[in-house]
């Protein structure tokens, strides 16, 4: 299973931009999709997730700033984030609960887009 992130970059306060993450590979089921972000001297955090069936959940920093949403036929998902603040600086990592082949659940993660909020 691979995934593909894109959309990253340089961005000023106040502004927005769209993430978007392919998966890809052979597995029975995508469960859940999600963004995590990890900031320079600091742990991996939530962002956002959605599920298969549409249930989104959102970290605390980015509720009502961020909106994820995901296409399952195409097997993407997308982190739209509006008002971007300094502090969302870090860098996004797209990742993937999927049902393996083998019937397992599996966790993967791709390698990362880095997003600067400055001026």
């Known amino acids: 299973v691979q995934l593909q992130a894109c959309g990253g970059g340089l961005v000023q306060p106040g502004g927005s931009l769209r993430l978007s993450c392919v998966i890809s590979g052979s597995f029975l089921t995508l469960n859940r999709m999600g963004w995590y972000l990890q900031a320079p001297g600091k742990q991996r955090e939530l962002v956002a997730t959605?599920?298969?069936?549409?249930?989104?959940s959102y970290g605390d920093s980015v509720k009502g700033r961020f909106t994820i949403s995901g296409d399952n036929a195409k097997n993407t998902v997308y982190l739209q984030m509006y008002n971007l603040k300094p502090e969302d600086t870090a860098i996004y990592y797209c990742h993937a609960n999927v049902e393996s082949l083998l019937y397992l659940r599996e966790d993967y993660w791709g390698q990362g887009t880095q997003l600067t909020v400055s001026s």
């Open positions: 959605i599920t298969r069936g549409g249930i989104t």
